[in-house]
């Protein structure tokens, strides 16, 4: 059974850095794609990032590049997202997820993590 678990969010203040990490199992997860996403309240899952598996590509969406790097640790089956200067506009909750897949929709991902909530005041 796979399993995904994300660890990480918290609350922090506007301009602060906060490391998200997500540890998978349950399978092998050779050529698949690495990826996070976020949901605030009324709004759709948003694409922030993916990584390879073998590490060699990366993407960003525009509104974190620049801010959030996405990284993975193949031994651990863990990937991260370390972000910076963070703004009230990124509180949401925050999902890992990974399939076989590239892309930014997330209908391309077939496991996903529970969630943690990232909070980011004023």
């Known amino acids: 059974q796979v399993q995904l678990v994300e660890s990480g969010g918290g609350l922090v203040q506007d301009g602060d850095s906060l490391r998200l990490s997500c540890v998978a199992s349950?399978?092998?997860?050779?050529?698949?794609?690495m990826a996070w996403f976020r949901q605030a309240p009324g709004k759709e899952r948003e694409f922030l990032s993916y990584i390879y598996y073998n590490g060699g590509s990366t993407r960003y969406a525009d509104s974190v590049k620049g801010r959030f790097t996405i990284s993975l640790d193949n031994a651990a089956n863990t990937w991260y997202l370390q972000m910076n200067s963070l703004k009230p506009e990124d509180t949401a909750v925050y999902y890992c997820?990974?399939?076989?897949?590239?892309?930014?929709?997330?209908?391309?991902?077939?496991?996903w993590g529970q969630g943690t909530q990232v909070t980011v005041s004023s």
């Open positions: 349950g399978r092998s997860f050779d050529r698949y794609i």
């Open positions: 997820a990974t399939g076989p897949v590239p892309s930014s929709s997330p209908l391309r991902y077939v496991f």
